[in-house]
């Protein structure tokens, strides 16, 4: 495994780790109001992040350059800044939404910069 899809696949496996705690938390309390949290933790945290490890460990030639870098960060800073941002509007606070537009957006520009990627990948 090349050592920057190792980097997305570890963050995968964090954000899965928190996403299923959070799941099993919730299950306890009987208390469902963070699901969406879960469910996008669970989804692009560890799902989305997981494809992403799989193509950079695939086609390791794709990350070699700064716009990979930026895939990464943006990625990572758009998770954790949509997670915070929906944990504070879910909590009735739109204070939170500023933050939370910010994350989807660098999720949303993370996943554009993949497409790229993709694309610009040779067919064999
Ligand atoms: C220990 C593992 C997990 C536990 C205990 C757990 C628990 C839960 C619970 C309690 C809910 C809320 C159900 C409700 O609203 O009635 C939920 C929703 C959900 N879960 Fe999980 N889950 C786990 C793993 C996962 C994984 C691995 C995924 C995806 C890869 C996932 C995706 C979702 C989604 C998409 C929802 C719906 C979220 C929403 O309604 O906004 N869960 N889960």
Redesign the pocket.
Known sequence: MTSFSKRFLLCAVAY?VL??????H??AQQD?KL??I???M??VG??TMALFAWFYNTVPAAAGDKLAQAHFWAAQIGMVMFIIGLYIVLNENMTGEPVLIAGELLTGISMLIFGYKVWKTDAT
Do not use: R, S
């Open positions: 899965v996403g299923m705690a959070l799941g099993t919730m299950g469902f699901a969406p879960h469910g996008h669970n989804l560890w799902v």
